[in-house]
């Protein structure tokens, strides 16, 4: 279990990121964090990641305090896959990219050459397993950078912004996975992301605004909402515009078999 307790983070005196944030993720749970531009979500990803020390406030995983001397023990729990995918590339290759983590962890060759072929095959890159960084595109290098977390084995996984530079089949592909490592590798799972497909299937959703949490729930609450999608500047899906134009009608909104065809709709691939 992470909580977060009256979060606040500021880069400069006055600009806070961050405004008194209280969030509780539970073990196994799927957390989609959405927000428009700006709205704090990669600093409090930076700062779950001991990457950036709060101005106030903390953080705790399973009761331990993050800190300096927890840090060590709390990033062997914790993986994050960070919004650009060139400042992650570390290896010379694909295939020492994925290693790296694991060499650092000191796994057994035989052991992590398993590791790097069964995630690479899982992210579709095992094709490219020679091919230098240069060579690839952002997406490419985005399922790179989510293959190396992923053969880490850590229980929480944070995917920012992880499919934005993907085209639609690949971002298929990795909202697949993402299912996946929830239901049969048991992960924690907290995707940042503007795309209201991919947080619809999250067991639950928060909304960001200027900092601070405007909107907690499941994502069929938070979606019916649409005054709290607009005022976050959120871009809907358009079968979800369609459920919202229709139900903003006052004789359509009385129509409730219209209402449940519509949002059945809405929620179909
Ligand atoms: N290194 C930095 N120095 C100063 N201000 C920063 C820095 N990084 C972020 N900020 C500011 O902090 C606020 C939150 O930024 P953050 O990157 O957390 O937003 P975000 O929700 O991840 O946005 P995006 O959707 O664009 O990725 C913004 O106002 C941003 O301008
Ligand atoms: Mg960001």
Redesign the pocket.
């Known amino acids: 279990m992470i909580e977060i307790k009256d979060l606040w ?1 500021a ?2 005196e006055k ?1 806070q ?2 405004r008194g944030i209280d969030l509780t993720i539970h073990n196994e749970e799927w957390l989609a ?1 959405l ?12 700062l779950l990641v001991g990457l950036l020390e709060p101005t106030k406030g903390s953080i705790y995983y399973d009761g331990i305090e993050l800190n300096e001397k927890s840090i060590g023990e709390i990033r062997k729990k914790v993986g994050i896959v960070f ?1 650009n995918p060139d400042n992650q590339f570390v290896g010379v290759n694909v295939k020492y990219d994925v290693a790296f983590g694991l060499e650092n962890r000191n796994i057994e060759r035989t052991q992590m050459h398993e590791l790097v072929t069964k995630w690479t095959k899982e992210v579709g890159m095992y094709d490219y397993l020679e091919r230098e960084p240069n060579t690839l595109s952002g997406g490419q290098k985005q399922r790179v950078a989510i293959a190396g977390i992923l053969a880490l084995n850590q229980e929480v996984i944070i995917l ?2 992880a499919t934005s530079m993907l085209d639609p089949d690949g971002v298929k592909d990795i909202t697949n996975l993402i299912v996946s490592l929830k239901n049969n590798y048991h992960k924690t799972i907290i995707t ?1 992301t ?1 795309d209201l497909d991919l947080a619809k299937l999250a067991d639950r959703v928060i909304v ?1 605004k ?2 601070q949490i405007i909107g907690d729930g499941l994502p069929e609450d938070i979606f019916k909402q649409r005054e709290l999608l607009q005022s976050s500047n959120l871009d809907m899906p358009f079968k979800m515009r369609i459920y919202h134009e229709a139900m903003s009608d006052p004789i359509l909104r009385q129509n409730k078999k219209l209402e449940e065809i519509l949002w059945q709709y809405h929620l179909e691939k």
């Open positions: 983070y880069y400069t600009d990121a961050l964090i927000g428009h531009n700006g709205s704090g979500k990669s600093t409090l990803s930076k919004q920012d912004e940042i503007h960001l200027d900092g």
